[in-house]
């Protein structure tokens, strides 16, 4: 069977598109599959470095507009009607599920978010996504093609495909000059996300709702940043703007897989533990035994996590100082 | 000039944090895709929808500010378990506030809930804007908005942030996009997906709200109303969930022992923590 991952540069980090999809095609696929890169991108001077990112042997490349979802569901519509490929892959994040989901409206099509896993057979998909906010894993069977599925944001790890020149280019075509306009005006790309470094993070610690206050989680804030750790919280905490949203941990913000990560004051549900689960230790601080962080954590001290964390900080300073 | 017309679409969901280990076992554990059994816990206001709520309420206050009217409605692909919310949602000022009977478990449907809301905007009440939660559980699928947008021959913005009222009345949209913050001016109508705003707590109306629009009734809506044969759809349904599985997260869960919270850290570091940080 034939499939197509789609890189879409006009609309987000190519390279990270192409390290996820990758991963995913590696490990996280199977059945008797061949497949192609389909790279949307808007400037002439990234074309070579695109089709050395791509995640496939065979890559056709569409020349397209920046930033007009619309216009790559367009040209994604006309690829599906004129060739027989019944199955498509989307980086995880919002531009991947924009595409799928509108891709499988006009084309009939199923459409599944956020795969783990996909196994493909001859009438039929069987995939694996999380659902429940992450408490439990839901099994799903698509059955009209074309299948159009986004892969978990969890394929994504911060690292970026290598460059490989074994490529072949089926075709280069030019669709930049399309009919229609956007209907966004003034577009305006202001800040990178400052978050980039909680998904990257090699220790972190992460504030929860037991932090008490404002105060208390800026204390955790000022141990972890004499520690040398990045700090996130959750999404209680930003709910309560104790910190700002692009510090959250968890399945509506970031996803880190640190070697080590201290949880401070945290309960430990589902939604916030997707975020750290990857980690290589979990520390936990927390007053109850009987909250979930502490059997989800590899060791836990059952204490004010405020009270813990600082003390920690000065021991970690003072050794280091004595190094 | 004419108001601005909002439509904001919410999801009533369970507290998935107030359930029983028991019961997300006795789901993993079924023959099939029974679902988890929520009846008995408490219902919130899945909180991407709460913030689009309440960013609808502060666009309102906004343009009220200068002396511009908006016209708000709010509308919710639910049962009665919604009509609390729609109360407090007519007490805050919303004009019209209704919900859809979803005569079916819908939670794993998201293309006959956005059939409902595209027909909602098509056969009950139009709107410049409609704003939605970028996802809700607990399907999680995050589908809704743009299959919403594509029935209605809309654009969609999704994890947006921030929605400003300029001076010249047109709107100004932070999104927090795949590689960064992009502030757009959409062309109207538009659906937005609200995602990790700043704006995350609906207000509280006052007793004086809550008294003073007692009357305003609660619309309720059938599928066939909207020409949704949701049977029908659910039939038709090309992702059909089968199985639930857990997920197993323990560790070894050590506790880590000492009498003061110097001791307890001290202990933490020398036996657990010295030897990983010295790696970093």
Known sequence: MRFAAILDETMGNAAQQ?????????????????????????????????????????????????????????????FVHGEAVPLFFFAGGSTGMELATRLAFRTGGAFLTEALSVAVEPDRLLCRRNVYSAHLVGHFELSAPPWCVTIDPS????????????????????ESGGPGTSPFEDLELVDPPSAGDLAESRFLVVAGRGAGNREGVERIAEAARRMGADFGVTRPVAMNAWAPMD??????????????????????????????????????IDPDEHA??????????????????EELANIVTAERADD | MSALRILVSFKVTPDFEALRAADWAAAAAGDGADGVETRYVRRVLNCFDESALEMALRLSDARAERGVATDLGAVSIGGREAEPYLKTLLALGYERAARVEPEAALDFAPAVVAALVAGYVRQVESCDLLLVGCRSGPGDSGAVPFLVAEALGWPCLTQVIEVEARPDERLRVACMVDDGLLRVTPRLPCVLAVGNAVVSQLRVPTLTERLARKDKGIGVVAGADLGVDIAG???????????????????????????????????LFDDHLRNRIERL
Do not use: Q
């Open chain 1, 18 to 78: 192409a390290h996820a999809l990758g991963r995913f095609l590696r490990e996280g696929l199977s059945g008797d599959l061949a497949g192609e890169t389909l790279v949307f991108y808007h400037d002439d001077r990234d074309k070579t470095r695109l089709v050395e990112l791509a995640p496939t042997r065979a890559v056709r490349l569409i020349k397209t507009t920046a930033r007009r979802p619309g216009r790559a569901v367009e040209l994604l519509t006309a």
């Open chain 1, 155 to 174: 394929w994504k790890d911060g690292r970026e495909p290598t460059a490989s020149r074994e490529h072949d280019v089926l075709s280069d075509t030019d």
């Open chain 1, 247 to 284: 510090r959250l941990v968890g399945i509506s913000g970031t996803r880190s897989a640190p070697e080590v990560c201290i949880v401070v004051g945290a309960s430990g549900a589902p939604a916030f533990s997707w975020g750290i689960e990857k980690a290589a230790f979990i520390a936990a």
């Open chain 1, 292 to 309: 979930p962080i502490v059997m989800n954590a590899d060791a836990a001290v059952l204490d004010d996590g405020v009270a813990v964390v």
């Open chain 2, 233 to 267: 759809e659910l039939r038709r349904t090309t992702c059909v969930l089968t199985r639930l599985d857990g997920i197993e997260r323990a560790r070894d869960g050590v506790i880590v022992g000492g009498a003061t919270p110097h001791d307890k850290a001290r202990a």
